[in-house]
Every structure is written in C-alpha cells, then in structure tokens.
C-alpha cells in the first residue's frame, strides 16, 4: 500500500500562471516532507521541505502547505516559469531514522 | 565535494548477464539508499545502508539483487543473473542521517536486452 500518494501523473500549466501539485499521505508517523524536482537523465533535487510543525514554507516562487488534519500537502510554484518543466517527487519521514518514502511523481510541463 | 557518484550512466547487457552498479556517496554522509525508478512504480527504496551496515533489504525485489557497501565511501548493486524487467534507472542517494534531505546521483539507466 502506497504511503505516499500523488494521484495526478501530469499537470500542464500556461507560463506566468500558478502551478500546484498535490500530495496525500496515510501515515500518521510522518512528520517532515519533501518536495524534489527531476529534470530528464538526472537524479532528483531537493527544492523546498516543511516539518509537521509548520503549515507553510516558502522559498522564492515555491510554497509548500500542509495540512496535518486531512493528511495532505500541496506544492505552489508561482509564477511558473518554462523551466520548471519537470517531474516532481513528495517524500515524507518520520523521527524513527527510517528512509524517505516518494511518491510517483507528477510531470508539471509549464507552456510559453 | 562532487556529489554523489554513480558508474556507469548507461548499461546495455544481454538477459543472464551480471551486472554491478557503482556509487561514491558524498563524503561525511552516513546513510546510503539504493532506488529503482520505473513507470509503474515510481522511486522505489531497494535498501539502505547506515554506517556501512545493511539496514533493510525488504525493496530488493529479488535474489538476484544484492548489495554491499565495503567501506563508507564505495557501494555495489548487483544483479545476477539480469533479466528484461530489470530494466529502469537505478539511482543511488546519501544523506546525513535516514530521515533527513537525500541527495541523488545522477542514476544508471539500465536496460537488459
């Protein structure tokens, strides 16, 4: 069972416009996540994260809510831009030491 | 430092071949993962090491999956004999501790003909 749910496998967005990606999680334990960005043949990059303490980050164009309650973070990038064209990757851990667990990823292809 | 390091970026090998996979981690780092990214299945943990030390292997999909780590600076994946689905991009990550940021090499696209 997926612990880790991104339910949209791609996303197309106009440049300029806000792109926001989603992410559910079922697991309780988690208390720390992750967004990563993946261009084509390269490994994934970390881009913004947030603690369970938190219910909002922000770096720059990128915003990362999460809502303990329904178990669910999203990703804003705004505005969005060509090149943030790329596969995007939610991760969450738990304080037990134990691996980050990614979900699918969801392609965001930003069009000029 | 140079980040994490993996050989070789491409390898094409015929079904029953062997094949090893090679990572450097990134100096310092105590916790190394193995993932296997694929279509259906995303990035998924093969296993993990900390301190050099197996962890947990319950990703390794198979027994022809096996993986080491000598020393703290030099892990293997192995696979042997190789077969068509094993197929996919096989990346290698280091982090600090297991639960904190990992930081990915660039992978190893793998295709078993």
């Not at chain 1, 309650?69 to 037990?96: M, W």
């Not at chain 2, 981690?25 to 193995?34: A, Q, T, V």
């Amino acid at each position: 069972d997926q612990q880790v749910k991104q339910n949209s496998p791609s996303l197309s967005v106009q440049e300029g416009r806000i792109s926001i990606l989603n992410c559910d999680y079922t697991n309780s334990m988690f208390d720390y996540f992750l967004w990563y960005k993946k261009y084509p043949a390269e490994g994934p990059t970390f881009l913004i994260s947030i603690s369970s303490i938190k219910d909002k980050n922000e770096d720059g164009r990128f915003t990362v809510f999460l809502n303990k309650s329904a178990k669910h973070l999203s990703l804003h990038i705004v505005p969005s831009q060509p090149g943030d064209s790329a596969v995007y990757f939610c991760a969450a851990s738990d304080t037990g030491n134990t691996p980050l667990v990614f979900g699918k990823g969801t392609r965001l292809s930003v069009i000029a | 430092d140079a980040g994490v390091i993996q050989s070789p970026r491409h390898e094409v090998t015929e079904m029953g071949q062997e094949v090893t996979l090679r990572c450097k981690p990134i100096s310092g780092h105590n916790s190394l993962f193995w993932y296997r990214q694929t279509m259906m299945r995303g990035l998924e943990l093969l296993i993990y090491f900390n301190n050099n030390v197996p962890i947990d292997d319950s990703g390794m999909p198979e027994d022809r999956f096996s993986a080491k780590m000598p020393n703290a600076s030099f892990s293997t994946l192995k696979i042997q004999p190789s077969e068509p689905r094993d197929s996919a991009v096989y990346f290698c990550a280091s982090s600090p501790t297991a639960n904190t940021e990992a930081f990915f090499g660039q992978g190893t696209r793998l295709t078993v003909v």
